[in-house]
């Protein structure tokens, strides 16, 4: 039988099943318990006890391209969502640029089709798919989840929000609320969650639902309450550099990571925590302990919505897949952001150590220092925006009871989060449609990986290009090569580096002088599959980006 047959088969072997995506906002490769982190996921680890853990998964390293291509089962490039909407505040007013942050109509994504075939459709959290045109109230809003196939929104708009005063639309409107004091977005978008599956199964509601649950953590601003980061305080005083070695190793332990790994040194410009003063010690580690504190809390939240399911014996007929939608995330440099988000801080560590129970408070909108993201990274080089696999590659974990040959088995094949959504139509008995409303659709770039759910053998994706910003990667079975781009030079100077991923999983060794007939290969690919899926000629990023500024942190040696 070949592997799509075995995928149908399973897709038929019951009635349509739940489904439910939970994605995660920034959390790096090794910063759930599952996948080697001292920071406590017992719920999401629950997940992959009996589900599978997919250790070579790939986003589009930044997050609306990610969720573009996550919900339409298409490249970035090819649904206009290279990046994220925002940079067009900073470019030249341009209507045509504004249009290229607008999913187009012939892309249906996966909750029009699931919709389409009598599933009722939620999003939950974070959207961030708009176009900055329809941001405010009253401008028209094509682009809101309402009108890209879900029945119900209740979330945020844009990036990010704040955890305890959100900036809350819900379908397609914002609302205001009074918040109580004890308020955090997490356990309400899980309160929302709750409600929404409680109120589906009253009476004889024997439809199927699909819930994309994308909640705020663990972006910026870093906010929970105090008792869930005061037990990692202790944790974290022993610094970056320690715990970026005891997850390693750890890691190591576990199997998510071949035992040969490399551990690359620390990113250039990183400082070393044994270089810190005693306040900045005491605060970065601070910093850090609020963001374990605030995953643990969404955590609780994800566990209080699986309990739900149990209790309502819907967890038999439930496909979750959990993911993160890019590395962790450097955007607040080497100091930190303190008392507001993408601006510099002005703060010496001794005044912000003289307010550092405010950290994580309603008084602060925080992010903490940039080392601790290559940490969070563990053992992959650079984080979020990058196209080393620091930034792309995050942890993702696929769950459906009674079709899991091997409960909490790790797959390794290749799997890009393109190929997520035809993988959800599959188990839902169905495809993409090719023409809707009588308009031919884009070609679907992802496939199923539906026949890994029995077998460890079956194949993985074997390509797929990267381009973010001017900065370019192209995998190619175990061969993968990346290319940082020097602003405001031609695309054909910059140096391209080759790493073996099969005896280098962490892209420690540049094998491009040793190998450059497979290094001209893969550029050639590369090039092969941007006419594919790419818009035309590369441009030159925006002149910010080109600049180093802490949201994308794009320069190479700085």
């Given at each position: ?550 949201m994308f942190d794009h320069a190479a040696n700085d």
């Amino acid at each position: 039988m070949s592997a799509n047959s075995v995928g149908r088969a399973l897709a038929r072997s019951v009635s349509p099943p739940n489904i439910i995506t939970i994605v995660l906002d920034d959390v790096g490769y090794s910063d759930l318990g599952c996948f080697g982190s001292e920071i406590r996921t017992p719920s999401i680890d629950r997940l992959a006890a009996s589900g599978l853990r997919y250790v070579h998964f790939d986003t589009k390293a930044i997050c609306s391209s990610t969720r573009a291509a996550l919900l339409t089962g298409r490249n970035s490039h090819s649904v206009n969502m290279p990046a994220v909407p925002d940079i067009t505040t900073v470019l030249p007013k341009d209507p045509a640029a504004a249009k290229q942050f607008d999913v187009p109509h012939n892309a249906q994504n996966i909750a029009q089709l699931l919709k389409s075939r009598g599933y009722a459709t939620w999003a939950l959290g974070k959207w961030h798919l708009i176009p900055m045109s329809q941001i405010p109230q009253e401008a028209p809003k094509d682009s809101w989840p309402c009108q890209r196939g879900f029945d119900y929104f209740y979330g945020f708009a844009r990036g990010w929000t704040d955890q305890y005063k959100p900036d809350l639309v819900e379908n397609n409107h914002y609302i205001k609320r009074d918040f109580p004091e004890d308020y955090h977005l997490s356990a309400d978008l899980a309160d929302r969650a709750i409600s929404l599956i409680n109120t589906h199964m009253s009476g004889s509601r024997t439809t199927p639902f699909y819930m994309n649950l994308a909640f705020g953590t663990a972006h910026s601003p870093i906010q929970v309450a105090r008792e869930y980061s005061a037990p990692y305080d202790a944790v974290y005083a022993k610094g970056w550099d320690a715990i970026r070695e005891e997850r390693f190793e750890r890691m190591k332990r576990m199997g998510i990571i071949p035992a040969g790994t490399m551990l690359p040194p620390r990113a250039k410009g990183d400082r070393a925590w044994q270089d810190l003063s005693e306040d900045e010690k005491v605060v970065f580690a601070r910093y850090m302990a609020v963001y374990a504190g605030f995953i643990e809390h969404c955590d609780q939240q994800i566990g209080r919505v699986l309990d739900t399911l149990k209790a309502r014996g819907l967890d038999r007929n439930t496909l979750i897949v959990l993911l993160s939608d890019n590395g962790a995330a450097a955007e607040a440099g080497q100091k930190g952001d303190f008392d507001g988000l993408y601006r510099p801080n002005v703060l010496t560590p001794a005044e912000q150590r003289a307010r550092i129970d405010e950290l994580g408070t309603a008084k602060l909108q925080s992010e903490y220092p940039r080392p601790w993201a290559m940490a969070g990274t563990t053992p992959l080089q650079r984080y979020k925006a990058w196209p080393y696999s620091g930034g792309a590659r995050t942890p993702m974990i696929f769950n459906w009871p009674g079709h899991i040959a091997e409960p909490g088995a790790i797959r390794r094949q290749f799997v890009d989060v393109i190929d997520i959504a035809p993988t959800l139509a599959e188990a839902a008995g169905t495809r993409f449609d090719m023409v809707v409303d009588g308009v031919e659709q884009l070609p679907i770039a992802g496939r199923s990986f539906l026949p890994m759910l029995r077998s460890a053998k079956a194949p993985g994706r074997d390509v797929q290009y990267f381009e973010l910003l001017g900065n370019r990667a192209i995998t190619s079975g175990r061969w993968r090569a990346i290319a940082m781009h020097d602003c405001g030079q031609p695309y054909e100077q910059d140096r391209w580096e080759l790493y073996d991923l099969a005896s280098d999983f962490s892209e420690s060794r540049d094998l491009a002088a040793l190998y450059p007939g497979k290094l001209a290969e893969l550029k050639a690919l590369w090039a092969s599959e941007w006419n594919k899926y790419g818009t035309g000629p590369l441009a030159q990023p925006p002149a910010f980006v080109c600049a180093g500024p802490l949201m994308f942190d794009h320069a190479a040696n700085d």
